[in-house]
């Protein structure tokens, strides 16, 4: 008798390690997203942003039996489709996502407009994580004399960039454990990202806490 396969609750397809390691530390703290602890497996996609757009299906299509849920994440900027809304992308893989064998069992999270909006929190842990604790001007006037943001709970409008120039001012390199600790510390209660707030939803939907 074949021993039947153990499925697990979730594979998550990301564009980069950046993304694939924010969403390890954001699953790690399963209650504060309002879901319970998941059996969860992780995978970047070679092709990046418009991999996950155009070929997420078929790299996920031999796992549809394999896991309860799928999540795909990418960048709207960058995609190869700016052109598009947020939603126009995650409606696009969605429906390839659903043809492809995964019914109504998958999504896709099209961050506006990068990964980096979600590192922009308030929080001091950011200072502390991105080098910038102590130092003069704080994190928040430096943005606004920058002219990142024009007040001082603004998020970036090229976060990217922002976080870029300010990782260099305090001599870090860019690596991916950064994302990591940010996402296992800052305070996800008051993000009001639209990405964030559906991630924080299906989440709760599939696997309620």
């Not at 120039?165 to 209660?189: C, D, M, N, P, T």
Request: hydrophobic share 40%; aromatic share 8%.
């Amino acid at each position: 008798m074949m021993k039947q396969l153990i499925q697990k609750d979730l594979v998550v397809l990301a564009a980069d390690k950046n993304m694939e390691y924010t969403l390890k530390g954001l699953l790690l703290r399963h209650q504060s997203l309002g879901s319970r602890q998941l059996m969860v497996d992780f995978y970047t996609h070679p092709e990046h942003d418009p991999g996950c757009l155009l070929r997420g299906h078929d790299f996920l299509r031999s796992m549809t039996k394999s896991y309860a849920h799928a999540l795909v994440v990418l960048d709207r900027d960058g995609c190869g489709q700016e052109k598009c809304s947020a939603q126009d992308l995650e409606s696009q893989i969605e429906n390839r996502l659903k043809f492809s064998g995964w019914d109504d069992r998958a999504t896709a999270i099209a961050i506006e407009p990068e990964l980096e909006i979600w590192v922009w929190s308030n929080s001091p842990h950011v200072d502390r994580i991105i080098g910038w604790s102590g130092k003069n001007p704080d994190l928040r006037t430096w943005l606004m004399r920058e002219g990142f943001i024009r007040t001082r709970r603004a998020k970036p409008d090229q976060p990217k960039e922002a976080f870029e120039q300010a990782l260099k001012i305090a001599g870090k390199a860019r690596s991916s454990s950064l994302f990591h600790q940010i996402a296992r510390s800052v305070s996800l209660e008051d993000c009001v990202n639209p990405a964030f707030k559906k991630l924080k939803d299906i989440l709760k939907n599939w696997f309620p806490g």
